[in-house]
């Protein structure tokens, strides 16, 4: 699945996504600036987190909450970006996010590549030109 964002429609895309792409672990490839944390804050603000979202730049891991219905629910936003190695990722606890069954969000996934579910969603962002960023959508399951 492809979406083509614009910081236009971006909210509506947040909700195009939600509606189409099922999923836990989502894992945002592509290059420094590109957009990754801006389409995280706009896929937290669709979910109802009113809390800031921006990257986590002091930890490697952002939590988030939202309610759904009478729920209390959980977004880790984990960014791997300074991440010096896998054990690092692990020692911060990286792995109890991505198999506690809350959303995590993931950019510079390929920092941990065997720490990462096989059960994901990648997406692969892309500039196309100065206001448009395609994200590429691949399913896993
Ligand atoms: N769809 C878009 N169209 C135009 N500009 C965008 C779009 N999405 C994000 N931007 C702009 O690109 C800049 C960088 O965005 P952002 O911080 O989200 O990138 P990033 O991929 O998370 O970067 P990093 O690799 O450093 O984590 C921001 O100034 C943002 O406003
Ligand atoms: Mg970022």
Redo the contacts with the bound molecule.
Sequence with gaps: MEIA???EN?QQCAQYFWEHVRGRVFAFH??????????IKALCAAKGVTAHVS?PTFSLINEYSYSEGNLLKHIFHI?L?RLKDEEEAVNAGIEDCLYSGNICFV??PQKTPSLLPESRVDIY?HAVN????LLKIDFHR
């Design positions: 964002v614009t910081l971006i592509g290059e420094m600036g590109v957009g990754k944390t801006t389409f990257s960014d970006y950019e510079w962002m100065n206001n448009t960023r």
